[in-house]
């Protein structure tokens, strides 16, 4: 068994951190190229189907300064789990959506899960990295999320094509 050291350990979870916020911007690129797809096949008006992506932003922007102070009272680990939990469990949600407003309302539970996760992943790495490496980390942290959010409408090419 392979034990991470003290001296990594903040490296790997800047990693692990910047592929959670990754995550939530490759969700927020990749519905918007299947768009017409899902309208079609789930019998959405155009104005329903523009509702997939507005909910999720909607709920992450409304609820990331509360899961922020949360995080904050309940410890960052716990609700991190929880987080993680809840955005997977509505992503399912999401893929087995049967109608529109059932996908509406999985993709507003995911805009909870992605408020929660986000917030407490920048306050992770903030916590991890002193003072004279923060600004380098959360460069890094930040590119790893614009990676993700770049290549989201081709991973969303990708699924709807095939």
């Known amino acids: 068994m392979t034990v991470?050291?003290?001296a990594s350990?903040?490296?790997w979870l800047l990693g692990a951190m910047g592929?959670?916020?990754g995550v939530i911007l490759l969700d927020e690129t990749v519905v918007?190229?299947?768009l017409p797809d899902i309208q079609a096949d789930l019998v959405m008006s155009e104005v329903a189907s523009h509702w997939v992506v507005n909910v999720y932003m909607l709920v992450l922007a409304g609820l990331a300064a509360a899961s922020g102070k949360l995080g904050d009272i309940v410890g960052h680990?716990?609700?991190m789990t929880i987080g993680l939990a809840i955005f997977g469990l509505a992503s399912?949600?999401?893929g087995f959506a049967e109608s529109g407003a059932w996908l509406i309302a999985a993709r507003g539970v995911q805009g909870v899960g992605a408020a929660v996760i986000f917030t407490v992943s920048l306050a992770m790495v903030t916590i991890?990295?002193?003072g004279n490496q923060r600004g380098m980390a959360l460069g890094v942290y930040g590119a790893i999320g614009t990676v993700f959010l770049a290549?989201?409408?081709l991973v969303g090419g990708f699924l709807t094509d095939f």
Do not use: D
Request: net charge positive.
């Open 92 to 94: 399912l949600g999401c």
């Open 32 to 34: 918007g190229v299947a």
């Open 4 to 6: 991470i050291g003290e």
């Open 9 to 11: 350990r903040k490296w």
């Open 151 to 153: 290549i989201g409408p």
């Open 77 to 79: 680990r716990i609700l």
């Open 128 to 130: 991890a990295f002193p």
């Open 19 to 21: 592929t959670v916020l």
